[in-house]
């Protein structure tokens, strides 16, 4: 993995995401977890929805199926997946973002 995070995200509670080949960090707060994300190899992402997601992409390319609508981010683009939208996509491997999660249970930090 790369340096990208500081060492204040680099100490947060590592999340437990069941997606091969990631390094994330939990921020947790009372409605709502932001994730600092890393992927070390390529992921596909089966389609389902949840809560309201926005992401900032800081390294790398994700492909997205919005609403059945194919987007491709790199870095420096925004994503946002209102609640309840169906999407499913590939993360390569070198990508890193920042996401919000408008839900506070998204994920758990790893026991």
């Not at 993995?1 to 707060?29: H, N, R």
């Not at 492909?63 to 981010?73: A, M």
Request: glycine content about 8%; overall charge negative; hydrophobic content about 40%.
């Amino acid at each position: 993995m790369s340096e990208l995070f500081p060492a204040p995200v680099l100490a947060l509670p590592e999340a437990d995401i069941p997606l091969p080949g990631i390094k994330a960090y939990l921020s947790q707060a009372e409605n709502h977890q932001i994730i600092f994300m890393e992927f070390s190899q390529d992921v596909d992402l089966a389609e389902h929805a949840h809560a309201a997601q926005w992401g900032i992409v800081l390294e790398g390319r994700i492909d997205l199926c919005i609403d059945g609508v194919p987007h491709s981010f790199t870095k420096g683009d925004r994503y946002f997946l209102p609640a309840g939208v169906k999407h499913s996509g590939k993360i390569y491997a070198g990508y890193a973002d920042m996401t919000y999660f408008d839900q506070k249970d998204r994920y758990q930090a790893k026991k």
